[in-house]
């Protein structure tokens, strides 16, 4: 499990998908861990690779720190209300839920490699995102 979870935050902290993606089925799959408690056991140690990780990503300027302080409301607000749901809803469901999203960003990382290459910018640069074209 010790180097599942160290796979986990290798590849959250390069993809920027979370370690969830490794977390949760290792724990269900593998293990046999209920989903709720993968999902929480996932949630706690992401937590640890997205500080980790985004102390390096501002370090280096590809942050944009007032996009990612409005996102982490959004997603504070989205975890509350997504916590308080899947208390309601029957272990089948929140499986396909989990394979679905795991599906489509299976799907955009491996269709992201085919769009056409547009500059990336420091966080630090003074230009404007309608200049981004």
Excluded: C, Q, W
């Amino acid at each position: 499990m010790g180097l599942g979870s160290l796979l986990a935050g290798f590849l959250g902290a390069l993809t920027g998908l979370g370690g969830g993606v490794v977390i949760v089925p290792l724990l269900t799959l593998v293990f046999g861990v209920d989903i709720h408690y993968a999902i929480g056991a996932a949630l706690v140690s992401v937590i640890a690779t997205s500080s980790g990780a985004a102390a390096a990503y501002v370090r280096e300027g590809y942050s944009n720190v007032r996009v990612g302080m409005f996102l982490e409301i959004a997603s504070t607000v989205g975890a509350l209300v997504g916590a308080k749901l899947v208390l309601h809803l029957h272990v089948s469901v929140i499986s396909i839920i989990f394979g679905v999203v795991l599906l489509y960003s299976a799907y955009a990382s491996i269709t992201e490699g085919t769009r056409p290459f547009r500059g990336r910018r420091r966080a630090g640069s003074h230009r404007h995102l309608a200049e981004d074209g």
